[in-house]
C-alpha cells in the first residue's frame, strides 16, 4: 500500500484504493483489512477519515466489520461494484442470446490479455478453480460456483479492472441458463477439456492459442444454450 496519498477528497481517496484493490485481487473475499489504525497511517489520514471510507464501502456491500473482529471483504464485494438486479430493473428483460454474445467477445478477450499478462498468482487461481470443478463433478451447484471461479481468475489475469466487472456482470444475468446447462449429461466433462486447453495455452503465454481455445469453448457453450 502507498504510504501517503493526496490531500484533497481524502475519504474518496481511501475508498478508490481499496475499491481497486479487491478489483486487482490484492485484497480477496473473506480477507480482513488492516486494522483502522494501521490504514490510516499507511495513507496518511486520519482515523475518522479510514472510518467513514470503511462506511461507503459497507454501504455498498464491499466490506464488512464487526467490532472486536475487524473489517473484511464480503464474499459478495464484486456485486457491490455493478449489481445485476440493477441492470435488470434499468433494461427491464434481457435476452440470454445478446448477454452470452457480449459475454462471448469479452471473454475472448480477456484470455487472450490473460495470455499476455498473467503472472504466477494467477495461474494459481486459475489452476485452483479448475482442480476444484474436477473434483465437483457430482455437484452441479458446486461446479457452477467453481467455473465462475475459473473465469473470474481468468478475467483477473486480463488485467483490466472494467472488462472484469462487466464479464462479471454478464456472467451473473444468464445464472439461470448456465446452472441448467450443466446438468446435461457430459457438459461438466466437456467444460472441464475446454477449461483445461484455456489453461494450457495461458500457462504457454500463447494469446493466439488461448484465443482459439476461448473461441472454441464459447461456441459449445453457444450450441448448448441455442438448444435450451
Not at 20 to 38: N, V
Request: aromatic share 6%; proline share 3%.
Amino acid at each position: 500500500m502507498p504510504s501517503h496519498i493526496r490531500t484533497s477528497t481524502l475519504v474518496d481517496d481511501v475508498v478508490d484504493e481499496i475499491r481497486q484493490k479487491i478489483l486487482a485481487g490484492e485484497m480477496e473475499p473473506g480477507d480482513f483489512l488492516p486494522t483502522r489504525r494501521e490504514l490510516a497511517s499507511m495513507y496518511g489520514v486520519g482515523l475518522s477519515t479510514v472510518q467513514e471510507a470503511i462506511q461507503a464501502l459497507s454501504a455498498v456491500g464491499m466490506l464488512d466489520s464487526r467490532p472486536g473482529k475487524g473489517t473484511w471483504v464480503r464474499e459478495d464485494a464484486l456485486e457491490g461494484l455493478i449489481h445485476p438486479e440493477t441492470v435488470r430493473n434499468r433494461l427491464g428483460n434481457l435476452n440470454v442470446a445478446g448477454v452470452y454474445e457480449a459475454r462471448s467477445v469479452m471473454e475472448v478477450t480477456l484470455t487472450r490479455m490473460a495470455a499476455q499478462r498473467s503472472t504466477s498468482s494467477d495461474l494459481g487461481r486459475i489452476r485452483e478453480a479448475l482442480e476444484r470443478m474436477e473434483a465437483c463433478v457430482e455437484d452441479s451447484e458446486a461446479f457452477v460456483a467453481a467455473d465462475l471461479d475459473f473465469h473470474l481468475a481468468v478475467a483477473k489475469a486480463g488485467k483490466n479492472d472494467l472488462l472484469e466487472q462487466f464479464y462479471y456482470l454478464s456472467r451473473k444475468l444468464i445464472a439461470e441458463a448456465v446452472h441448467e446447462i450443466v446438468r446435461r449429461p457430459g457438459v461438466k466433462q466437456d467444460s472441464i477439456l475446454y477449461q483445461k486447453a484455456i489453461l494450457s495455452a495461458i500457462e504457454d503465454h500463447n494469446p493466439d492459442a488461448a484465443e482459439q481455445a476461448a473461441r472454441s469453448h464459447m461456441g459449445y457453450v453457444d450450441r448448448l444454450l441455442k438448444h435450451w
